[in-house]
């Protein structure tokens, strides 16, 4: 898939923290027939014909533009996919992160780097593979809103506002996700059998 795409589809596909292997490539298709096919393949993204407005390739299971909109293709990765869903802590900051990714390897090192909360030794501690991450991910964090603190993450150049970090203990956390997932199909990816170092205050 790589090949058949541009420089420029690569590093926004990067940007959007996709690459080449989330690429349905449906330009040999039907649209009624791609629709089917990209959901069977759980891919993201579409390799269709140019849009109008700025002759793009790539596309939403929708088939919108997703290079002159955005926010179709943030909408789509984070609601519709099953993803990790994840607890994170840093033993540094003393700070726990709820997060959502499709890559739990590739965003331990992305956390680390971004420096969330000024620390680099973010581990992840509890981890489920869900439907709809994305959606679950903001009930857990608003029913952790009072502990919610105020931080800022250098990503791609650019100071950015976090909102996932929280003041509470891992039992609290767990508590929180316990609470939103019970009841619903997931499988868990990590469960560290010793989390009382992250029992934060
Ligand atoms: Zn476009």
Not at 90 to 110: E, H, N, P, T, Y
Not at 137 to 151: C, F, K, P, Q, T
Not at 153 to 177: D, H, P, V
Request: with cysteine; proline share 0%; aromatic share 10%.
């Amino acid at each position: 898939m790589e090949d058949e795409l541009t420089k420029e589809e690569l590093a926004f596909l990067a940007s959007q923290g996709l690459g080449a292997a989330d690429v349905f490539d449906a330009r040999y298709y039907s649209q009624a027939t791609w629709f089917r096919l990209i959901k069977e393949a759980g891919k993201t993204v579409a390799l269709g014909s140019p849009c109008r407005k700025g002759r793009h390739r790539l596309r939403s299971r929708k088939g919108h533009c997703v290079q002159c909109d955005t926010k179709v293709l943030a909408f789509a990765g984070r609601y519709d996919l099953k993803q990790y869903l994840y607890i994170a802590g840093s033993l540094r900051a003393r700070l726990i992160k709820i997060g959502v990714c499709r890559d739990l390897g590739q965003r331990i090192r992305q956390i680390c780097a971004e420096r969330h909360g000024d620390a680099r030794d973010w581990e992840v501690i509890y981890a489920v593979k869900i439907e709809r991450a994305g959606e679950i991910e903001e009930r857990v964090l608003a029913r952790l809103g009072r502990y919610a603190i105020d931080s800022q993450y250098w990503k791609n150049g650019f100071l950015q506002q976090s909102t996932e970090l929280r003041r509470c203990s891992i039992s609290l956390a767990l508590k929180a996700m316990s609470a939103e997932i019970e009841g619903k199909d997931y499988d868990t990816a990590t469960d560290w059998r010793d989390k009382s170092a992250y029992e934060f205050d």
